[in-house]
């Protein structure tokens, strides 16, 4: 049994540029390298030895499931479930500094640490607000179904 304790690095904790990128036991999703690399940012990661993996699909199943639970499904890339997928997969501690991912790993007991910036503390309960009748809706949407106006996403405190 691999005793290490894993983590895993989302695209904000690598731009952040506050962590050693060739830490021996952080885990980078391919999708996330992929995302970089698509950018201009690739000298970040330079030619460093890193532990790139794919999650395996029913932890993305999992992590799909956990996120839509909490409300934060339409708001995180797959970039973003893939973290939370591996996340599971190895028990590992997510190192992000998007609160959409820690909010999903802390309902879901995953551990998380942002790069610097504060982690977030409380869990955060999503509500939408229609932004013409000012209805509130628990679940997302796109349209308010009665008045056809835009529904915007906000916290609860
Ligand atoms: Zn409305």
Redesign the pocket.
């Known amino acids: 049994m691999d005793k290490v304790k894993k983590y895993i690095i989302d695209t904000s904790a690598i731009l952040s540029g506050r962590i050693n990128i060739s830490t021996s036991n952080y885990i980078y999703p391919d999708s996330v390298i992929n995302e970089i690399k698509n950018g201009s940012l690739e000298k970040i990661l330079g030619v460093a030895d890193i532990n790139i993996q794919a999650p395996e699909k029913k932890y993305v199943e999992m992590a799909v499931n956990a996120a839509t639970k909490t409300g934060d499904y339409n708001v995180l890339s797959n970039t973003d479930i893939d973290v939370l997928a591996l996340a599971m997969e190895y028990n590992g501690t997510i190192v992000t500094d998007d609160y959409a991912i820690q909010n999903v790993a802390r309902q879901c007991g995953i551990e998380y640490s942002g790069s610097g910036i504060e982690p977030i503390k409380k869990s955060i309960v999503w509500k939408y607000r229609?932004?013409?009748?000012?209805?509130i809706y628990d679940k997302y949407m796109d349209i308010?179904?009665?008045?056809?106006?835009t529904?915007k996403r906000y916290s609860r405190k």
């Open positions: 229609c932004t013409g009748c000012h209805r308010c179904p009665v008045c056809g106006h529904v």
